[in-house]
């Protein structure tokens, strides 16, 4: 069974354990950062994590006969983007063995 979930209010607790910087103002920075994340790729740009990873919009194909999974109906599905993540190297090393 995969580990459990950490969420960003999780994420703001440990920042907040390991510095002197207020929760409010560990909370505005993460929301900052993420906002920043999303700009770029909402701009095509490539997001890139040394060591950890790289984010990026490629287009899907569209498809004419695709299937609504809840209704069974026909529908046509155009290109569109999708975000991808492809992990660094460190983070590849890292998590190697971690379900094995």
Same mark, same amino acid.
């Given at each position: 069974?995969?580990?459990?979930?950490?969420?960003?209010? %999780? /994420?703001?607790? &440990?920042? #907040?354990?390991?510095?002197?910087?207020?929760? $409010?103002?560990?909370?505005?920075?993460?929301?900052?950062?993420?906002?920043?994340?999303?700009?770029?790729?909402?701009?095509?740009?490539?997001?890139?994590?040394?060591?950890?990873?790289?984010? %990026? /919009?490629?287009? &899907?194909? #569209?498809?004419?006969?695709?299937?609504?999974? $809840?209704?069974?109906?026909?529908?046509?599905?155009?290109?569109?983007?999708?975000?991808?993540?492809?992990?660094?190297?460190?983070?590849?090393?890292?998590?190697?063995?971690?379900?094995?």
């Amino acid at each position: 069974m995969p580990g459990s979930k950490l969420t960003k209010a %999780e /994420i703001v607790d &440990r920042i #907040g354990e390991q510095t002197d910087v207020s929760r $409010k103002d560990i909370h505005i920075i993460v929301d900052a950062f993420f906002a920043e994340v999303k700009d770029a790729l909402a701009a095509d740009r490539v997001v890139e994590f040394r060591g950890f990873g790289t984010f %990026e /919009i490629r287009t &899907r194909k #569209g498809r004419k006969h695709a299937r609504n999974p $809840k209704t069974g109906e026909r529908v046509t599905v155009e290109n569109h983007g999708v975000v991808v993540f492809r992990p660094g190297k460190e983070l590849k090393e890292s998590s190697w063995n971690l379900r094995s």
